[in-house]
């Protein structure tokens, strides 16, 4: 046999496809080449001419075939470890110009990293200071992050590119946090700084990629006609810094700037510190720990300085300003015609009819009125057949609007509803049918659930709305053993706000079954349908079923509060007032609760927004930082101090929407990950303080609120 040593030898087409690959060692290489000569010897050898070998021949050769295959497997590629995961952010390496840089003309600045770098929301996330008219071009590429100004450069200015958190690198997603830079185009560049957190008013949440900005003009109108003169966005966790500020006195304000226009509009979200801001920096000592090269600990200290105020506290609230209009108005059916205002309305429209035999006559008069608590939502059942009768109605409608000045001013619109009836098709009438009564329509009249809560009204909801009930065909009755014994009667009771909406109040026996029977035609809609029978069996909770959940609330002394119970989506199912330090939920079923305080100012029972025109900061809102677990039949008593947390780290984390994006060894990770649920207390996702080397978080001075020092942020060493 032999082999051939030419092009298309498979031994050299091997050879050569095992050089290309550029990760295989040189071992592993000469192996797949003794085999595949091996391998070819064997298979072009002469059989015949082969088994002629003495025994110790074929004990030599298998020798060789085992032999290499040892050796490739020696040489067999496996994973590769890698070496432990990046969690380091990029680090800069240089700029130009350098950081601090004076008398700079050029409005190109380059930034280089120690590693390939991305963007993250550059324009968002990205701002400069001072304010630009014109988008700045932002672009990373390889390790080079580019920013061209495109507005003409101020002189004697400092300028501040604030990255927040939009650097990270390329592969791991480390994020570069709080990274800024700054120069000056003239002789001296401006070095001090405020720092705080935003939160939103209501739910505590952090702010994320919200403007904040810092004005010289502390007049109270110029957020809202003057660009801020200095701004930053806040991160993740709400936190932001206003850099490179001149010395003296300055308001501050947080905007959610959707027309990027740098001021507040009245329908943008609002915070503002109510203290006027000086900001000021201090020499400070700061300890670091350096290890030697023994292993060795020691502690080292050197000068650092302290920028201050670095604990500015903000709640973002919004006014609910809406402009007042009319969005929309429709005659879904004959009877019934409903108007959309834009924005809620304390007042009620005059609608007056402008046609027909009712011409002149106001339209409420003629209906049945079903509206939204905000009276933004109105729905007319007209009562009177001599109008809903018109095919087009017109209706002079006298509102209240919102003008070119922002004013409420009453104006007058006519408004057309037409209704066309639907064309029912024909059928062909058989002679049976020739006598046919025609079909009734009755009125609907529906019971709530089969199982009742014990201090809760058995509720009924009607298709139309009622001109009668009566109250003598409306029979209760409970079952004892297996008979159905009757009861004293309650009396249906319209709802205030929805006339289809009826209550049916009784004291219910706890674990008793209950019927409800309603004779046909006992009540009757105001377009003369009437009911058929109606009969309804249901279940009332045993006390067993139930839950009671109290909070006794150490530190708020004489103020008003108000605590809300919240699901796991944050939302309220419940709400108690705190008499005399405890707050009272009970009837609770069996489950997983939050819950919230607020401060009731005004004490209406209600949380209330802020209002800029008046400087009027949104009541104060604590949230109790651990979820509560109730099982049936328990009764459970929490203590809580609603100052002894710093606001920023109050909310659970299993509830905040605004999580952070924490990576493995950031603090906090690994809690309640992928909606794990935990048996114990929780922990809290605090990285230390952001803005300095003290361990003072926004204690109650830095809060802008209308309560003076009632409460707010307190640590354990501030107590």
Known sequence: GGFSHSPTSPWLIECDRLNRGAKLGICRVLSKCFVAFLLKWLIFLNFDAYMKHSVSRIYHYMALVVIALLITACASIGRPEGGPRDVDPPVFVRSTPNPGAKNVTSSRIDIFFDENVQLDDPSSKIVVSPAQKQMPSIQAQGRRVTVELRDTMLPNTTYTIDFSDAINDLNEKNILNGFAMDFSTGDTIDTLRISGVLLEARTLEPAQGVLVGAYRNLSDSAVSTLPMERVARTNQLGQFTLRNLKAGEYRVYAVNDLNRDYHWDRSEDIAFFDAVVSPSVEAISVTDTL???????????????????????????????????????????????????????????????????????????????????????????????????????????????????????????????????????????????????????????????????????????????????????????????????????????????????????????????????IDSAAITSVYGRWNRPVEHEFTVKKMEDYANLFFRINDLDTA????????????????????????????????????????????????????????????????????????????????????????????????????????????????????????????????????????????????????????????????
């Open 291 to 517: 290890r030697g090269a023994g292993g060795v600990d020691s502690l080292v200290t050197r000068g650092g300085v302290r920028y201050l105020p670095n604990d500015v506290l903000l709640t973002w609230f919004n006014e609910g300003y809406r402009p007042q209009y009319l969005s929309d108005y429709k005659r879904p059916e004959r009877t019934k015609v409903t108007i959309n205002f834009a924005a809620p309305s304390d007042t009620f429209p005059v609608l007056t009819i402008a046609d027909g035999p009712l011409k002149g006559v106001d339209l409420a008069e003629r209906s049945v009125l079903r509206r939204s608590a905000t009276r933004d939502t109105l729905v007319y059942w007209i009562t009177d057949s001599m109008v809903y009768r018109q095919d087009s109605l017109l209706v002079a409608a006298r509102y209240l609007r919102t003008d070119t000045l922002d004013n409420l001013t009453w104006t007058t619109d006519t408004l057309k509803f037409n209704f066309r009836q639907a064309k029912k098709k024909e059928k062909k009438k058989k002679k049976d049918d020739a006598d046919t009564v025609p079909k009734i329509e009755f009125l609907a009249f529906t019971p709530g659930s089969s199982v009742q809560d014990v201090h809760r009204p058995m509720m009924f909801s009607a298709s139309q709305p009622l001109s009668g009930i009566d109250s003598s065909a409306v029979h209760l009755e409970i079952r004892v053993d297996t008979v159905w014994r009757p009861l004293k009667s309650s009396v249906l009771e319209v709802d205030s706000l929805d006339p289809m909406l009826y209550r049916y109040d009784f004291k219910w026996e706890p674990g008793a079954k209950y019927r409800i029977r």
């Open 560 to 719: 008003k509060a108000v605590v809300e119970l919240l699901n796991s989506s944050d939302a309220v199912v419940a709400t108690s007032h705190v008499v005399d330090g405890l707050a009272s939920f009970r009837f609770l079923a069996p489950n997983t609760y939050y819950a919230r305080l607020f401060l009731d100012a005004n004490g209406n029972g209600k949380w209330d927004t802020g209002l800029m025109s008046d400087r009027r900061q949104p009541e104060e809102v604590y949230y109790y930082p651990r979820k509560v677990a109730v099982k049936a039949n328990w009764d459970v008593e929490q203590p809580w101090s609603v100052y002894d947390l710093p606001l920023d780290v109050q909310k659970p984390l299993d509830i905040k929407k605004n999580k952070p994006k924490l990576k493995s060894g950031d603090p906090g990770y690994g809690r309640n990950r992928d909606g794990e649920d935990e048996e114990d207390e929780d922990g809290f996702y605090n990285d230390g303080n952001f803005h300095g080397t003290t361990n003072n978080r926004y204690d109650n001075s830095r809060r802008g609120n209308a309560f003076g020092n009632s409460g707010g942020l307190r640590n354990a060493s501030s107590r």
